[in-house]
C-alpha cells in the first residue's frame, strides 16, 4: 500500500522523532512511504484566526501536492481535521471543493489509519511503563477518532495506561488562542498538569504535537518528571531498540 506522509509544522519543526517513528510504523506494516516535499502548512492558523482567504491559498496548495497520492497520513489529529475541512472552505468553487471531497476521502490520522485502514491494532511495541493520555480537541470532536488510540496502546507490552481525569478538558493550546489569550491558555494547561500529576504516570502520550508541546512546555517550567511522548513514538517502541 502506498501512504505519503503529511508532516505537519509542528511535527517539522519540533517533533521530527514522531515523524521517524510514523514513517517506520508505516514501512513495519507493509506500507511504502513516500514524502512530497512541496507539502507546506494545512492552513489550520490562518483559518481559526478568521483569514479565510488565505486558508484557502494552503488549501490548494496541499490539494495539488497530494492529488496523486493514494492515502495521506498523518500523525496529527489536528491537522487531519483540517484537511477534511476543506471542503466547506472552499465551497462557492465547485472543482476546488471536489478535489477537497477526494483529498478528504484518502487522508488520516495515524491510529485511524492503523485500525480502521489496515485493520492493525497491535505493532509489536513493548514499553515498560505507567502512562497516561491526553486526548486532543480537534482529534476527538472534530475527526471523531477516540477508540483508535486506545485499541493500539491497550496492546503495548508492558505499558500500564492509567485514567486521566477530565481527560476530555481541553489542554489550553488551541493553536493562535494560546497565544492570543495566554492567561486563559496558562489556567487550563494548568489544570491538565494537575490531572496528570494525580495519575501518578511517568509518561504522557498524546497525538497531536501542539498539546504536548504547550502540555510539556508547561511542565518542563514546573520541573516535572513526567516525560512526554507522541503516539507513534510508543507505538515504534521496543525495550531492544527504544
Known amino acids: 500500500m502506498n501512504v505519503s506522509l503529511f508532516i505537519t509544522c509542528l511535527g517539522d519543526m519540533f517533533y521530527p522523532n514522531a515523524g521517524k517513528a510514523t514513517v517506520e510504523l508505516l514501512e513495519k506494516v507493509g506500507c511504502t512511504v513516500d514524502f512530497p516535499t512541496q507539502q507546506t502548512c494545512c492552513g489550520q492558523p490562518a483559518f481559526n484566526s478568521g483569514y479565510h482567504k ?3 491559498k494552503v488549501a490548494k496548495q496541499s490539494i495539488e501536492v497530494f492529488k ?3 492515502y495521506v497520513v498523518t500523525p496529527s489529529g489536528s491537522c487531519a ?5 476543506y471542503s466547506h472552505l472552499l465551497e462557492g468553487e465547485p472543482e476546488w471543493q471536489a478535489e477537497a471531497e477526494a483529498l478528504s476521502a484518502k487522508s488520516y490520522e495515524l491510529t485511524q489509519f492503523l485500525v480502521d485502514v489496515l485493520k492493525v491494532e497491535n505493532t509489536g511495541a513493548s514499553f515498560h511503563a505507567k502512562a497516561t493520555y491526553h486526548t486532543s480537541c480537534h482529534m476527538t470532536r472534530l475527526l471523531q477518532v477516540s477508540e483508535a488510540p486506545q485499541t493500539l496502546l491497550s496492546h503495548v507490552d508492558g505499558l500500564e495506561m492509567l485514567d486521566l481525569p ?3 478538558d481541553c489542554c489550553g493550546f488551541g493553536g493562535t488562542f494560546a497565544v492570543k489569550m495566554p492567561e486563559i491558555s496558562k489556567e487550563m494547561v494548568d489544570e491538565k498538569v494537575s490531572c496528570i500529576h494525580e495519575t501518578q504516570a511517568d509518561v504522557l502520550i498524546g497525538a497531536d504535537a501542539g498539546c504536548l508541546m504547550n502540555i510539556g512546555g508547561r511542565m518542563d517550567r ?3 518528571p513526567v516525560k512526554v511522548m507522541h503516539i507513534a513514538e510508543v507505538l515504534n517502541y521496543t525495550e531492544e531498540g527504544g
Do not use: V
Open 54 to 56: 488565505e486558508a484557502r
Open 68 to 70: 496523486d497520492s493514494a
Open 81 to 85: 481535521a483540517m484537511l477534511h475541512e
Open 166 to 168: 477530565r481527560n476530555y
Open 222 to 224: 514546573e520541573n516535572s
